[in-house]
């Protein structure tokens, strides 16, 4: 059975940090892994995203800030999101690309307070 399990979310305040990790069970094989995150009133966006050979790229809003890593052998991608600003308050989801299929997160909650 095919799951995304997602973790680190939570409340901090603004200049503060977390981060997140997505583990990805039951998929054989798995190309690029990313975050999206969906703000309240807003269309879902990309936030950043990593191939299997180490490769990112990042949302503008975001660069300099986040840092997305995976680790293939266990399926698990992270974001290390730092310098947190209270716009970057949304629900996060993980993205995993398979050979046939793309999985989705259940989502995690993060809020930055002012």
């Known amino acids: 059975q095919v799951q995304l399990v997602e973790s680190g979310g939570g409340l901090v305040q603004a200049g503060g940090s977390l981060r997140l990790s997505c583990a990805g069970r039951?998929?054989?094989?798995?190309?690029?892994m990313g975050w999206y995150r969906r703000a309240p009133g807003k269309q879902r966006e990309l936030v950043s995203t990593?191939?299997?050979?180490?490769?990112?790229t990042y949302a503008d809003s975001v660069k300099g800030r986040f840092t997305i890593s995976r680790d293939n052998f266990k399926n698990m991608v992270y974001l290390q999101m730092n310098s947190l600003k209270p716009e970057d308050t949304a629900v996060y989801y993980c993205?995993?690309?398979?050979?046939?299929?793309?999985?989705w997160g259940q989502g995690t909650q993060v809020t930055v307070s002012s």
């Open positions: 990593i191939t299997r050979g180490g490769t990112t």
């Open positions: 039951g998929i054989s094989s798995i190309n690029a």
């Open positions: 993205n995993v690309q398979g050979d046939l299929h793309i999985y």
